[in-house]
């Protein structure tokens, strides 16, 4: 006499995942790089940093000088331009 006898296997469904290779990180890494300064003033900003967490100047003065460092980097480069474009000399105004 045979008795049928439920057998329950388990059945699991692996799913194939891609995982990011090495290109991939190296293209986040060079997409970062470009957006960092150059590595002097990359020292400066986190010297101020440094300066402000240990409190030899309070963290707003820290965030002028950055910031304001930074706007006179741009103007002089897009002065720089304007000179160039003007003959190599800064435009002079004249008095009434």
């Given at each position: 006499?045979?008795?049928?006898?439920?057998v329950?296997?388990?059945h699991m469904?692996?799913?194939?995942?891609?995982?990011?290779?090495?290109?991939?990180?190296?293209?986040?890494g060079?997409l970062?790089?470009?957006?960092?300064?150059p590595p002097?003033?990359?020292?400066?900003?986190g010297?101020l940093?440094?300066?402000?967490?240990?409190?030899a100047?309070?963290?707003p003065?820290a965030?002028?000088i950055g910031?304001?460092?930074?706007?006179?980097r741009?103007?002089?480069r897009?002065?720089?331009a304007?000179r160039?474009r003007?003959?190599?000399?800064?435009?002079t105004?004249?008095?009434?």
């Amino acid at each position: 006499m045979e008795v049928p006898v439920p057998v329950l296997s388990p059945h699991m469904k692996v799913m194939r995942i891609p995982m990011p290779g090495m290109s991939y990180v190296g293209d986040a890494g060079r997409l970062m790089a470009g957006y960092l300064p150059p590595p002097e003033r990359l020292a400066f900003y986190g010297g101020l940093g440094i300066a402000a967490v240990l409190g030899a100047i309070d963290w707003p003065v820290a965030t002028a000088i950055g910031l304001g460092t930074l706007i006179a980097r741009r103007t002089g480069r897009s002065m720089g331009a304007m000179r160039t474009r003007s003959g190599g000399r800064p435009a002079t105004a004249t008095r009434a």
